[in-house]
């Protein structure tokens, strides 16, 4: 069940956003560290949903949310949150929650008492806290171990917990920082449900990744930063379709693989097959999509048995380097 985060607590300061502005704005943004470029020259305009923030380590995504947070200053541009300037009225970062990369907690402390002791600080009262606290721990699926050490708690439910006090605020603008590193499958899974459900609720989650295939199980809007730069912001099944003139493999296992090519070579869009390991048929095409259409039929037809498709290609690596070889 969805807890109600709409209620305010009597003792919250309460900064009204402007109503039409983005929630978050980066103006032509560079931060440099002497001689290093953490972020040059980013432009960007978001508000609601969920936009996944993908780039390989040093890509700048770290650098990116600790601007949008107040943890850095830009060296030139401007940043903007709800309309607002937060480095000449912070009012803006009372609506917004963070959950960094690092895994500084109080390990002494209780899942409970963690988040209620964060609401606290938010202005509510301690009755208000508790019940807010309980209602964000249930939402990431912690309602079992709110009175465990959080010293005690496995990867996947720190996250979690860092998470539920994150959201305590009810913010509108929630920026997570590689939330499913070091995560078990389960945990993953979890935490990839609250995401989409706070993008459902109309929330502006901001989540970074260096894994492709993560980000595709959460959201189709994609930000894609290399070296400081942004190579792409928008729907990833548009950009996918703008790579499509790029070569592409689709690699099948079977135990006829050259049987099974010779099905594939009257396709239009396949120009070649290749057979690098016994029991493994590699398919060249220009077009991923039309393949992976007629893949199904082609093999049903051939009545040869397939018991494995990989997308060699079909990763953060290969993304950036069709990206980066357009702008060459």
Known sequence: MIPDLSQTGEGRKEWAPAPEAPHVVLNHVTK????????????????GGVTGILGQNGAGKSTLFKLIVGRLRPSSGEVMLFGTNPFKNPAPYSRLGYVSESEQLYDWMTGLDFVTTLA????????EAKARALHVLEFVGLEDVVNKEIGKYSK??????KIAHAMVHDPDLI????????????ARTTIMNVVRELGAMGKTVLVSS?????????????LILHNGRLLALGNLHAIRELLDKHPHRIKLHTDEPRELGRSFLPHEDV??????????????????????????????????????????????????????????
């Open 32 to 47: 440099t560290y002497g001689r290093v470029i953490g972020l040059n020259d980013v432009s960007i305009a978001i508000k």
């Open 120 to 127: 606290r600080l938010y202005g509510y009262t301690r009755d």
């Open 156 to 161: 996947g439910m720190r996250q979690r917990v």
């Open 175 to 186: 920026i997570l920082d590689e939330p499913l590193a070091g995560c078990d499958p389960l």
């Open 210 to 222: 260096h894994a492709l295939h993560e980000i595709e199980r959460i959201t189709e809007q994609i």
């Open 271 to 328: 120009y070649g097959v290749r057979f690098p390991n016994p029991g493994e048929l590699l398919i060249e095409t220009n077009n991923l999509s039309s393949v992976h259409q007629a893949l199904p039929g082609i093999c049903v037809e051939s009545g040869i048995r397939v018991t494995g498709i990989e997308n060699p290609d079909d990763n953060l690596e290969s993304l950036l380097g069709y990206l980066v070889e357009g702008r060459a």
